[in-house]
């Protein structure tokens, strides 16, 4: 599988067979999505950085909602959790997706707001790949998200919801780096990775926007 960061939330997985692209945003000046096709979208929450479906070609099957999907052999939960830690009251709901593609496990939080629950936890304790935003502001920052990273435990991780253009954000991946005790490794355009070639233990890989 190939994995390419869009900027914000928005990867593309690039299976053998299925292309699958999360949270495409609206374009904003110094930021496209550009030409891009897929078979399936998944939408965290409505909102207009995370839910651009349109703009997203090869009339994908859109995945929006908590629930158990099957599309083209994928298996995708989505499972309900919110974008505060108010339980919704402030940014509303959030959908983290938990996505089974190749023989491997991936987990995209989305705008997750808060440390993972019990029953949150039981569904993504499988993942070996995490999304996880680490910029603070609208989602988790980078104290909760290594917390949730030794919830999960997964083989990845690959940070998002930040800017590494801009001092504050960058100063967020700094510090996330901080709390897992690794210094940032270099950015890299794209990640390939199979089953074969996960590692032992927990790996942080950095992936510098395309966008």
Not at 40 to 48: A, E, L, M, R, Y
Not at 178 to 202: D, I, N, W, Y
Request: aromatic share 4%; net charge negative.
């Amino acid at each position: 599988m190939e994995i390419t960061w869009l900027g914000h939330a928005c990867f593309q997985l690039r299976g053998k067979q299925v292309t699958l692209v999360t949270d495409p945003f609206t374009p904003q000046q110094g930021s496209s999505l550009g030409k891009i096709s897929a078979s399936i979208v998944t939408i965290s929450h409505d909102h207009p950085g995370h839910n651009n479906s349109a703009a997203i070609g090869g009339n994908p099957r859109v995945v929006r909602s908590p629930g158990e999907y099957e599309v083209s052999d994928v298996l995708i939960t989505g499972i309900a959790s919110y974008h505060d830690n108010k339980r919704g009251q402030e940014r509303g709901r959030n959908t983290i997706y938990v996505i089974h593609m190749d023989g491997l496990v991936i987990c995209h939080l989305g705008d997750l707001g808060h440390t993972l629950q019990e029953e949150q936890l039981e569904e993504v304790a499988d993942a070996d790949i995490l999304l996880i935003p680490i910029g603070g502001q609208s989602t988790i920052h980078a104290t909760q998200a290594a917390e949730v990273i030794s919830q999960v435990e997964p083989r990845i991780v690959i940070p998002m919801h930040y800017n590494s253009a801009l001092e504050e954000s960058a100063g967020a991946l700094n510090k996330f780096c901080r709390e897992m005790g690794v210094e940032p490794p270099a950015p890299q355009p794209k990640f390939v990775v199979t089953p074969g070639t996960l590692p032992v233990e927990t790996q942080i890989v950095l992936l510098t926007p395309r966008s």
